[in-house]
């Protein structure tokens, strides 16, 4: 267990609706080009996804990058910034209007460019009776998250509760952190250079040799995973030694360059953080988060 | 010769505006969280040419010569999408009209280099028009490497040899690894650049990356842009740095695609006698290289 200064973190809500999916209309050419040049038409981001669930494969769905569960989104620029900044995984979700008004969930995961999506778990029966446009209210906690004795480590999107979860034990002056799997740089992919205060950073799939290789071929959503030589402190690039810490918030893409999208949870410029592979290291076992039976 | 299908190109007028320089929040965070102020994107730059030094610039992202873009959404895209490095440029309006400039690279804006005389009469809000040609462009006997953003004139330059088997040789600046490309992976390889990641300023010194120069021809391994930009073991892409370093996390000089493809069949070396850049091709920019 790691010391933080979790008891003087500002508690806030931040906002948003369940969001559309979205299509470019007219001249109706909607596909995505996969990684081999063919145009697919696929459902993709944004919605109430009934069938995705958190514990599930990030593989083999006909679906592009999904945002399991439901994904929100603050109509207002501004607004919607600071959902995307403030919300922590592993904060309350409630549900403000509509049918499942008091219904509560869990964040889970964000998404990055081009979505801006916060990604939220909720019971199979609540998911029943959400509506798209309805409001939900995050209860932001654990930005400003410190690990006391580690100035070094940085710490985004990650919310107490979860840290405590984590299993995460001081060895050596160092911080050991129970993984799934452990992402090589060059298969670090969209999201790159991009913020990490929140948004996601893809785990490249084009090559499948390659994920395997890595034991990349069998994750779930929900996994914590290590990029190994990745500083997110100041948005996510490469440095030799580095390590971040994150989860699997999103399915696989069809696209060069994107496949699984992870949400960051901690990074160690200098490299504090000693990954370290384990099974069942998932959001649904660490939070207990009822997704209608654990898949995980 | 190598077989392209030149002769079925279309030639097509796009255009744009000398563009100004515009700033949001004064500061930018480093990779260590040290907030800078720097010079960036746009304007006419007076000082940095094509075959320039990318690094040691007190600006981040420094586009050389002239940047241009068009203020309508649908004339933007089409600047973007058919301009190719290479191309002729004229001044259509201001005190520089009738000046000769050539496009040289694709990044928020669409980069034009003209002569120091020219770049002086400049004025923000010059029209500026290319003669786009390029889009479309193939290898008639190679159709397993894609190519982009590339002139007939460009093309003519890269020394490309044919080898047999499908394979082509031809000469780069350097070489960069896959795991060293970084924003721009969330873009199509039909737009912009994708930069390469400067801030372990070790491992650059280490792989003899940190004395690249605007306009260099560069060799990315394991890198398919065939249809978008990712890894792929094997693949090799052929791209142009565009524009000069940022302190940025994940950022740096930035690498627009050439040629694509998702084997091995174009091979390369480093050429340290020519040095294989733009500068020294066309014959434009920076003048010591050629």
Redesign the interface.
């Known amino acids: 267990m790691v010391a933080t200064n979790h008891d003087r973190l500002v508690t806030m809500s931040v906002q948003g609706n369940v969001v559309s999916p979205g299509y470019p209309g007219i001249p109706a050419i909607p596909h995505q080009?996969?990684?081999?040049?063919r145009p697919r038409l696929l459902p993709a981001l944004g919605g109430i996804v009934y069938n995705v669930r958190l514990g599930d494969s990030v593989y083999g769905w006909a679906g592009d990058n999904i945002e399991p569960g439901v994904a929100i989104k603050s109509p207002e620029g501004p607004a919607n910034q600071a959902l995307n900044v403030f919300a922590c995984v592993g904060n309350q979700a409630v549900v403000m209007s509509g049918n499942a008004k008091g219904a509560i969930g869990t964040v889970t995961g964000k998404s990055?460019?081009?979505a801006e999506h916060v990604i939220l778990a909720f019971p199979p029966d609540v998911l029943d009776r959400l509506a798209i446009g309805d409001k939900i209210n995050v209860r932001a906690c654990g930005v400003g998250m410190t690990v006391r004795d580690y100035p070094g480590v940085k710490l985004k999107s990650l919310s107490p509760p979860l840290l405590e979860s984590m299993r995460i034990e001081e060895n050596d002056q160092k911080l050991t952190v129970p993984v799934k799997a452990v992402v090589?740089?060059?298969?670090?992919?969209?999201?790159?250079?991009?913020t990490s205060e929140s948004g996601a950073i893809?785990i490249?799939s084009?090559?499948r040799?390659?994920l395997q290789r890595h034991g990349l071929d069998a994750l779930r959503l929900g996994d914590i995973v290590a990029l190994a030589?990745y500083?997110?402190?100041?948005?996510?690039?490469?440095?030799?030694g580095s390590v971040g810490i994150g989860v699997v918030s999103s399915t696989d893409s069809i696209?060069?360059?994107?496949g699984p999208g992870v949400t960051l949870l901690m990074t160690a410029?200098d490299g504090e953080i000693d990954p370290m592979v384990m099974d069942r290291v998932n959001l649904v076992d660490l939070l207990g988060i009822d997704v209608g039976g654990a898949k995980a | 010769m190598v077989r392209t299908n030149r002769d079925q190109l279309v030639e097509m007028a796009v255009w744009g505006e000398a563009w100004p320089a515009a700033l949001r929040s004064p500061y930018r965070p480093n990779d260590r969280g040290e907030a800078g102020v720097l010079m960036g994107t746009a304007g006419v730059i007076l000082n940095v040419r094509v075959g320039d030094p990318a690094y040691g610039w007190a600006g981040d992202h420094v586009e050389p010569g002239v940047s241009i873009r068009n203020r309508e959404d649908g004339p933007e895209h089409a600047l973007h999408y058919l301009a190719c490095i290479g191309n002729d440029a004229v001044v259509v309006s201001g005190e520089a009209a009738g000046a000769r400039g050539v496009m040289t690279g694709e990044h928020a804006h669409i980069m034009v280099d003209f002569e120091p005389d020219v770049l002086e009469q400049i004025a923000i809000g010059d029209r500026i028009q290319i003669r786009a040609v390029g889009m479309g462009l193939e290898m008639l006997d190679y159709p397993h490497i894609s190519v982009r953003k590339m002139s007939p004139r460009l093309f003519d330059k890269l020394r490309i040899e044919e080898l047999g088997d499908g394979r082509i040789r031809l000469p780069v600046a350097a070489v960069l690894p896959a795991y060293m490309m970084g924003s721009g992976a969330e873009l199509g390889a039909d737009y912009v650049d994708q930069d390469m990641i400067s801030n372990d300023r070790e491992t650059l010194a280490a792989l003899g990356l940190d004395n690249l120069r605007i306009g260099d021809i560069l060799a990315i391994q394991d890198h398919d842009h065939t249809y978008n930009r990712g890894y792929r073991e094997g693949a090799v892409t052929i791209g142009l740095n565009n524009h000069g370093d940022s302190f940025m996390t994940g950022h740096g000089p930035g690498v627009m695609d050439l040629l694509s493809c998702a084997t091995d069949k174009i091979e390369y070396y480093v050429d340290t006698q020519q040095r294989p850049n733009l500068a020294a091709y066309l014959g434009i920019g920076n003048k010591s290289l050629a």
Do not use: T
Request: contains cysteine.
């Open positions: 080009i996969d990684h081999e040049g990055g460019r081009f090589p740089p060059e298969l670090v992919g969209a999201g790159s250079g991009l893809c490249q084009m090559d040799n390659a030589d500083d997110s402190a100041w948005g996510h690039g490469y440095r030799k696209k060069a360059g994107y410029p």
